[in-house]
């Protein structure tokens, strides 16, 4: 009796085993299923944006989540998601991978794993043209972001004095500056150049060379995920030495991008970000 007990107890720890491994390798399961899940997002421009003639999302991370599905041998899906929504939907399960402008953090790192670094950027501000000349000048000011964005931690800290409007994502932002809400809107240079690049009435603002933080990129996959995470630095390594990735750059910022022309003064390494391990 007392040997049976045992044997089930093992048969179970082992079938429990087996499970956690599973859940764990996102690789093979997309492989099983045919189908890889990426989240990105569907309002940022340059990056994850509805094409107004097509209504599909594309951009720079859709880019490169096709690579990546392609490279599997397996379908892309698409799910929206937002800066605040988009580490709680990859733990719940939901996607397999965020490709949404998210910079690798310390903190955030504590609960996924990150991809090499695949973009690089800095926190900037958007402003009525003339009025900000010095990070100071914005002092005591309203500014608008997006709620669970690093934007929204490197403002108050830079700026302590200032209100900081979270808004869902960053065109809601640039619309309360618009209607003037807000002194200025903030995050990465790369997103409000893209949003400033389509607004009717971009005239009226500008970009002042004020920079509060760098922004490396990651492609965010859960803790733990290892197969995964080796396959897809292995993709973007591969992306960069074959000159893909710096095509996929120009397609959408380069001379001939869609809205605003960026150096690209980056490429896709194996180097650790300085709190990496
Ligand atoms: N890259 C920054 C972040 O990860 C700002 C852009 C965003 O909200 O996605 O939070």
Known sequence: MKRTAVLVLAVLFVAALCGAAAAADTLADAKKKGVFVCGVKDSTPGFGYIDEKSRDIVGYDVDFCQAIAKKMGVKLELKSVTSASRIPQLIAGNIDMIAATMTKTADRAKQIDFSVTYFFTGQKFITRKGEVKKLQDLAGKRIGTAKGS???????????????????????????LQQGKVAAVTTDE????NILAKAPDKTKYEIPNIQISDEPYGLGMRK???????????????????????????????????????ARTFKITDKKESWEK
């Open 150 to 176: 690093t934007s929204e931690q490197n403002v108050k800290k830079a700026l302590p004095t200032s209100t900081v409007l979270s808004f869902d994502d960053y065109p809601q932002a640039f619309l309360a």
């Open 190 to 193: 790369s997103i409000l150049a």
């Open 224 to 262: 733990g995920d290892t197969n995964l995470v080796a396959f897809v630095n292995k993709t973007v390594l591969e992306m960069e030495k074959r000159g893909e990735a710096k095509k996929i750059f120009d397609k959408w910022f380069g001379p001939k991008g869609m809205a605003y022309h960026m």
